[in-house]
């Protein structure tokens, strides 16, 4: 089992671009410890959602002085936004051995969409980013935790080799549904630790049994 942990903002977020978003933001210097954690253990990846500049202004340094990898989910909707990655900056994070998906568009649910912001969703921001980072996007991160069986199975005909949710439990490895521990700013390195070192408790399996619901709705 592998344990994937999901940041979204590190630092201050200066500008809310929709409600709550300043509480998936993590201190720098609490981030900077806690990928010094993760150098030390085995099966865990780091991945970072909704392309924000300090992935590139902060995140990127870390992980390149402690020699880890990441996969970075930028929005496609936001490659113009000067508080976003752009297109050179998808760029600089390939160059340095990073992995590039998507996530989506508009940052919205995965449920119950319509035809057309499937397409939007799904294949319209796919090729946005790959266009914008000059490789292809195989991978994708469900935004807001929220899909159901229908955009599954979308994402499957669509050819996307692993889709990432933030279930927040352990993940069998090569597993095409995937999730992730999102850590945000209630989190303290103790958190963290605990998700590191003892991920199969009570709230574990309710998250998995929560997670086969979201499959079967």
Same mark, same amino acid.
């Given at each position: ?56 202004d902060v995140v ?9 990898? !990441?996969?970075?989910?930028?929005? @496609?909707?936001? /490659? ?5 990655? %752009?297109?050179?900056? *998808?760029? &600089? ?41 000059? !490789?292809?996007?195989?991978?994708? @991160?469900?935004? /807001? ?5 229908? %955009?599954?199975?979308? *994402?499957? &005909? ?41 991920? !199969?408790?009570?709230?574990?399996m309710r998250n ?10």
């Amino acid at each position: 089992m592998n344990v994937h942990l999901c940041f979204h903002g590190i630092g201050t977020c200066t500008r809310e671009r929709e409600p709550g978003e300043a509480g998936y933001w993590v201190d720098r210097d609490l981030f900077l410890r806690i990928v010094d954690q993760v150098a030390e253990h085995h099966g865990v990846t780091l991945s970072f959602d909704d392309g924000n500049r300090s992935d590139v202004d902060v995140v990127l340094p870390a992980l390149q002085e402690r020699g880890l990898t !990441a996969t970075f989910f930028p929005l @496609a909707g936001r /490659l113009e936004d000067p508080l976003s990655l %752009a297109a050179d900056d *998808l760029h &600089q994070l390939r160059n340095a051995g990073m992995t590039i998906g998507s996530h989506g568009w508009d940052h919205v649910p995965w449920r119950r969409l319509s035809p057309a912001d499937t397409r939007r969703e799904f294949v319209d921001s796919r090729n946005a980013l790959e266009e914008a980072a000059g !490789a292809p996007i195989t991978t994708v @991160a469900v935004p /807001l935790g929220q899909y159901d069986r229908r %955009a599954l199975k979308c *994402l499957r &005909q669509e050819g996307y080799r692993t889709v990432f949710s933030s279930d927040r439990h352990p993940a069998r490895e090569r597993a095409w549904l995937s999730a992730r521990y999102s850590v945000g700013a209630g989190d303290d390195l103790g958190s963290v630790r605990r998700i590191l070192t003892n991920h !199969a408790g009570a709230r574990e399996m309710r998250n998995v049994i929560s997670s086969s619901v979201k499959r079967m709705r």
